[in-house]
């Protein structure tokens, strides 16, 4: 019976567009309707049927409901699934429904630049009443050799990226905000440094080569993107064989003012999150420790509470035969 359920939730050609939409990434309600054109009670309904048929899950945020792809589905609903990814290009509404799901793209990324944009002058209080100087620190203390090629993804206004100049070669500074990469472009000419190329871009899908990197370094950054997995992939790939990621981030908590008052994307990553993404990159020997420094440290009030910082290290296998194993 299991089995035949799980046929007939992919019976409806809607319900086949959903389940390509929420396989790019996680979507809320809204986003579904509009990316697959229907009516909000339609989705929902599909939706839940994805759902108990173990193809979808659920997180709740709020007053929102967000849905995204599965990865621990039942056997049966794997199977299905891995068939029909590779042909969802060929439902009939493919071109238009991946043409919307780009204009939300673009709208979520419209909003997190605005965020950054206005903050720009302010960052490095905003930052100091968040977290403190240490962080910076915390991450510099993973990597020793010198003389390397070093990327800084999310520079903001540049507080890591001076400190990894002082030692490195060339670090590449990349930031979605021009007036982040504006405001740090000012900072370095005042500091004179001048072994920083700073980069307008996105994490997701980061201006660097292949392999062109030393080592990539991602500070309190991963929280406010959309797809931490798609941002710890690219990283992966821009490191050469050998090379070391350095990732910063929050510990999962529940504090939902980071979320409304910081522009937090997600509440957190738990370790066993973490570990996944970096393995399905390519990364091995993946370290994860809490840093006993805490965000929001400074405003503990009304409520409030900080939470634990971890950082994470992984390193790209200096065989291809070893990076290759590492993602299966």
Not at 3 to 20: G, H, M, Q
Not at 194 to 207: H, I, K, M, S, T
Not at 220 to 243: Q, S
């Amino acid at each position: 019976m299991d089995f035949i359920r799980t046929l007939k939730a992919l019976s409806d050609p809607i319900r086949l567009r959903v389940l390509a939409a929420v396989a790019e990434e996680e979507l809320t309600v809204g986003e579904i309707q509009e990316i697959v054109d229907s009516v909000q009670s339609s989705v929902s309904r599909n939706l839940a049927i994805l759902r108990d048929a173990g193809f979808v899950r659920h997180r709740k945020d709020r007053t929102n409901v967000y849905f995204s792809l599965r990865q621990d589905m039942p056997e049966q609903a794997r199977e299905l699934f891995d068939s029909l990814e590779r042909r969802f290009a060929e439902l009939p509404e493919s071109r238009e429904d991946r043409a919307r799901l780009r204009e939300c793209r673009r709208r979520r990324i419209h909003r997190s630049r605005n965020y950054f944009e206005t903050l720009a002058g302010d960052w490095e209080k905003v930052r100091k009443s968040y977290f403190d100087d240490r962080v910076t620190s915390l991450a510099i203390e993973k990597l020793l050799p010198s003389s390397l090629v070093l990327a800084d993804v999310g520079c903001g206004t540049g507080s890591l990226t001076f400190e990894l100049a002082r030692f490195a070669k060339r670090v590449i500074a990349i930031d979605l905000s021009r007036a982040m990469i504006r405001r740090a472009r000012s900072l370095a000419r005042e500091k004179g440094i001048g072994n920083v190329d700073f980069r307008l871009g996105d994490a997701e899908d980061l201006p660097l080569a292949d392999k062109s990197i030393d080592a990539a370094f991602c500070v309190m950054v991963l929280h406010f993107l959309d797809d931490p997995a798609r941002v710890i992939t690219e990283m992966c790939r821009i490191i050469r064989a050998g090379g070391t990621l350095i990732l910063v981030d929050l510990v999962a908590h529940r504090e939902e003012w980071m979320r409304e008052q910081m522009a937090h994307r997600w509440l957190g990553f738990d370790r066993i999150s973490v570990e996944r993404w970096f393995r399905a990159g390519g990364a091995t020997g993946v370290e994860y420790e809490l840093t006993g420094a805490y965000a929001g440290g400074k405003i503990d009030k009304n409520g409030k509470h900080p939470v634990e910082i971890f950082v994470a290290r992984a390193f790209l296998p200096r065989h291809p035969s070893a990076r290759g194993s590492a993602g299966k």
